[in-house]
T-cell receptor, first 108, second 114 residues
């Protein structure tokens, strides 16, 4: 069974620090990789996507993909209390599979 | 665009009753997804449609669940009869490509079955 795994957390970081969120997947045929952010009581929203090995930066967010290791990560620089949320990794192959999510808490 | 629209936002019903959840996808999106989210099981894909045709319903828990998409702008998820273990938040999402993860989620329906 194809799986997407994440540390459930909670991950706590001080304001201004770098938060590092990790995700591994089992399907080597996966082609697309996504990070969604979900605030408590709200719906998931897409914040980053990456298709090729390497890094992709968007503002304070950097997605990193290593297909050989079947690993994708999300770095959040200069973390803010407003970044406190659950982050869902999603992997696309013959269908999109979501990981269980990592809860991030940014402490002021 | 108003985004994905779901109704009702909250539903409280008694065990054994029929529940119908509704979704209007973003105009122009070809694919529609129904998810269920609980603390224990996370976000689970129940079924998805492409061009109004059900493509993968392997996530539908059992025959009590059914989904339809009669046209490009409307879909329903029905539970009959409902059970307490069906209590969850049900999300509808739409996208331009069924294999892409760039999905846009609706606000969800919080279902409570007593």
């Amino acid at each position: 069974q194809k799986e997407v795994e994440q540390n459930s957390g909670p991950l706590s970081v001080p304001e201004g620090a770098i938060a590092s969120l990790n995700c591994t997947y089992s399907d080597r045929g996966s082609q697309s990789f996504f990070w969604y952010r979900q605030y408590s009581g709200k719906s998931p929203e897409l914040i980053m996507f990456i298709y090729s090995n390497g890094d992709k930066e968007d503002g304070r967010f950097t997605a990193q993909l290593n297909k050989a290791s079947q690993y994708v990560s999300l770095l959040i620089r200069d973390s803010q209390p407003s970044d406190s949320a659950t982050y869902l990794c999603a992997v696309g192959g013959d269908k999109v599979i979501f990981g269980p999510g990592t809860s991030l808490s940014v402490i002021p | 665009d108003a985004g994905v629209i779901q109704s009702p936002r909250h539903e409280v019903t008694e065990m054994g009753q029929e529940v119908t959840l509704r979704c209007k996808p973003i105009s122009g999106h070809n694919s529609l997804f129904w998810y269920r989210q609980t603390m224990m099981r996370g976000l689970e894909l129940l079924i998805y449609f492409n061009n109004n045709v059900p493509i993968d319903d392997s996530g539908m828990p059992e025959d009590r669940f059914s989904a339809k998409m009669p046209n490009a702008s409307f879909s329903t998820l029905k539970i009959q009869p409902s059970e307490p273990r069906d209590s969850a938040v049900y999300f509808c999402a739409s996208s331009l490509d069924p294999l892409a993860g760039e999905q846009f989620f609706g606000p969800g329906t919080r279902l409570t079955v007593l």
